[in-house]
């Protein structure tokens, strides 16, 4: 299978100082891959290149045949999609979150949808209305994360967005994204929960900022 995304010789230096070096990264469509990796060794960096949220200092990146840094930015970030580990939600109500996707695509409201996807994550269609200063830490990423899931993206970038959460919040998300996965989505994710490496179809090992292995899981 060709590759939806990959990374050559990729390195990124703040100043004199070296995050990245000499990263390969080959990423085949409809797979699960994990980084993982001592905390500071460049992961988090490695998905915000992804991302296009940094650009590298070297090397180059290409997604879905093309430079990645060809497309529109913002038609890039609707197909690759970063999902952070402290959720960020924007205005005053879960609506005004899962609202966002349509209206910078400039298309009508689904309310259908919306609801949809707060079933999916256990939460009742009424969280539309609901004060996002009000929710849990639990509920604020998984409005989060359907947020990036309004409009079903090409890959889906987790950067250990199950870390702090208890197990039936991380079962909920866990549930959510192999349902992205059913669905012909690809997912990087950052994690060191041993649960969800052990599920991933690769594993790609980051130290110093460098690739140290890979190893594939059967």
């Not at 070296?18 to 994990?34: A, D, H, P, Q, W």
């Not at 994204?177 to 690809?186: Q, S």
């Amino acid at each position: 299978m060709s590759a939806l995304l990959t990374l050559t010789d990729i390195n990124y230096q703040v100043g004199e100082r070296e995050i990245l070096k000499g990263i390969n990264l080959y990423l085949k469509k409809e797979s699960n891959l994990t980084i993982v990796g001592p905390s500071g060794s460049g992961k988090s960096t490695i998905l915000k290149i992804i991302a296009r949220m940094i650009s590298p200092t070297g090397g180059t990146m290409m997604f879905d045949g093309h430079d990645a840094l060809s497309y529109d930015p913002m038609t890039y970030r609707r197909r690759v999609s970063y999902c952070f580990q402290q959720p960020t939600l924007f205005g005053k109500t879960v609506a005004d979150n899962l609202d966002f996707p349509f209206e910078i695509r400039n298309q009508a409201v689904d309310t259908k949808r919306q609801q949809e996807l707060l079933t999916q994550v256990n939460l009742s269609t009424d969280y539309l209305t609901h004060d996002v200063t009000e929710l849990s830490g639990g509920e604020r990423q998984r409005v989060a994360l359907i947020r990036n899931l309004v409009f079903i993206p090409d890959i889906l970038l987790l950067d250990e967005v199950t870390t702090g959460l208890d197990v039936d919040n991380k079962e909920i998300v866990h549930r959510l994204v192999n349902h992205y996965r059913d669905r012909g989505g690809t997912v990087v994710w950052i994690t060191h929960d041993e649960a969800e490496i052990a599920a991933a179809d690769d594993r790609y090992e980051v130290v110093a900022g460098q690739h140290k292995q890979e190893a594939q899981h059967a």
